[in-house]
């Protein structure tokens, strides 16, 4: 009895001294959590050796076009100067840490005229221990690189983001400049990335008024590589669409601050020509289109709502047995010619000699009939028999009226749509500068899917949120009015398209 309770004794001894815890294990005190260990980092040793100073200096101040390689580094001087570093960062412990610690950052869709992608926030000291110390090299050691080899004066301050490139998306034609930017950076973090993948650094050469013209460098995004350029008024460059379905092109890049380049001004590219009506056989007009639209009350009914939305669809507009001729027509003409520059857009226009179809079908949508038709489904006077519009009246009667002046006109044509063609958002764009009926229709879309491209999207001036979008169908007429305030642009086509191959479509602005 003695020994039992003796027992009971230290198991109740032991039950105080040690309790149990939630998960049924004992608590035992191992003191202060020791911190993670996070792999030192620092560029490639190579770097700071007096022979690669050396080379990287003379290559930059060489008055050459000659692009030059040794060292690990490669300076490109043709068609500005840019400079790629390949194993800039020593440890693959802290880069594979890197990695997945930028993997695991939230990721924000971007999508606009200019590009489509995944971006982080901008990466700060409290994004990661791998991140700060990448931050901390940038700073402390590359960027006193990069100004010793360059002679360009770099502040203490940059910006710095992570982004993700998977199929289809795309950086379009750009040239970084804004007030600060002087030197802009990637470090790539891609495995096992060859041309073929897409997602290249393609630098632009200029024309003779300073316009980006063509591709004339291409640089595959390799592992621990690290490409750099001075940001200036002729480093045009962008990223091609990433044609791999598979993987995806990881990068940290971002801008070294500095006294910003002087920027001259460029003369503006010459807008595409005005057409004034022509004259079109009344017989011949009235064979191209659904009859359904030419009776009044139909007329009527479809001003009412595009006055209420200032956009409609029209569909089955042309005859079936017009649209269908059109569509071969098309598809058998094959010169056309690529339209820029490419920070504008880049489509491809139609040229040489055209069909005796196609020229009548361009006749259609200018002649004096066809300007009265719009001026009577949408209530624009395109036209001199049109009546005038009762909200341009004066509401002021003590105010004498001023008399408008009315010059309808339009500009405009057949263009073929393939993979790489786009147009982008300028606000000098002399063409959106005043108010403007867009009219657009579409040739062998048959078999078009959503996620090729080549819609219409309008936004508000300084705004990114879409207001109308206007998708390709088969024999259907769009029509958007436009203010000064809106403005409009063909997202990309990507590489999708290619299971059509391509798509046309007749595309008119009218201007009261």
């Not at 390799?222 to 001075?230: D, V």
């Not at 000699?353 to 489904?377: G, P």
């Not at 959503?450 to 029509?479: F, K, W």
């Amino acid at each position: 009895q003695a020994y039992n309770c003796l027992i009971h004794f230290y198991k109740r001894v032991k039950k105080q001294i040690m309790p149990k815890t939630k998960l049924g294990t004992e608590t035992k005190n191992y003191g202060y959590k020791k911190p993670k260990i996070i792999p030192n980092c620092a560029i490639n040793s190579k770097l700071n050796a007096s022979e690669c100073l050396k080379f990287s200096q003379n290559c930059f101040e060489k008055e050459s076009d000659e692009k030059e390689t040794k060292y690990d580094i490669t300076v490109i001087k043709y068609p500005f100067s840019c400079c790629v570093l390949e194993n800039v960062i020593e440890g693959e412990d802290f880069l594979a840490g890197l990695k997945k610690e930028l993997q695991s950052l939230e990721f924000t869709a971007k999508n606009n005229d200019l590009y489509k992608f995944s971006q982080s926030s901008s990466l700060s000291l409290s994004s990661g221990p791998h991140i700060a110390q990448l931050r901390s090299l940038l700073l402390d050691q590359l960027r006193p690189w990069i100004s010793q080899v360059t002679r360009i004066p770099l502040g203490d301050t940059m910006d710095l983001f992570c982004a993700q490139y998977n199929h289809t998306d795309t950086l379009l034609c750009h040239d970084d400049e804004l007030e600060g930017r002087r030197v802009a950076f990637i470090l790539y973090l891609t495995e096992e990335w060859v041309g073929e993948d897409g997602g290249l650094l393609e630098l632009f050469n200029t024309d003779s008024d300073g316009n980006p013209k063509d591709v004339v460098q291409k640089l595959v995004p390799h592992n621990n590589s690290f490409a750099f350029f001075e940001v200036s008024p002729i480093s045009f460059h962008q990223v091609s669409e990433v044609l791999s379905t598979t993987k995806t092109r990881l990068s940290v890049g971002g801008w070294f601050h500095g006294p910003t380049l002087p920027r001259p001004s460029r003369p503006l590219p010459p807008p595409s020509p005005c057409l004034t009506c022509v004259e079109m056989d009344e017989d011949q007009f009235y064979s191209w289109l659904n009859p359904a639209y030419l009776d009044p009350e139909t007329q009527g009914d479809i001003q009412s709502k595009f006055e209420d939305s200032s956009e409609i669809s029209l569909p089955g507009f042309l005859s079936a047995a017009k649209y269908s001729a059109v569509c071969q027509a098309l598809q058998g003409h094959t010169k056309w010619e690529t339209v820029g520059p490419p920070d504008r857009r880049s489509c491809e226009r139609q040229a040489g000699a055209s069909s005796q179809l196609l020229d009548s079908c361009v006749k259609l949508f200018t002649s004096e009939a066809f300007f009265l038709l719009l001026s009577n489904l949408t209530g624009l006077k395109l036209h001199q028999l049109a009546p005038e519009d009762s909200d341009d009246e004066d509401d002021d009667d003590d105010e004498e009226k001023v008399p408008k002046v009315y010059n309808p006109r339009c500009r405009g044509g057949f263009c073929r749509w393939s993979a790489g063609c786009y147009s982008l958002i300028r606000d000098d764009d002399q063409e959106q500068a005043e108010y403007a009926l867009d009219l657009r229709m579409f040739f062998n879309v048959g078999e078009w899917k959503e996620d090729m491209g080549g819609q219409t999207s309008y936004i508000a001036r300084g705004e990114d949120e879409e207001l109308v979008t206007v998708e390709p169908e088969e024999n259907s007429l769009s029509l958007v009015y436009r203010d000064k305030e809106s403005l409009k642009f063909v997202k990309y086509v990507n590489s999708r398209v290619k299971d059509i191959d391509h798509f046309h479509d007749l595309a008119f602005t009218y201007y009261e």
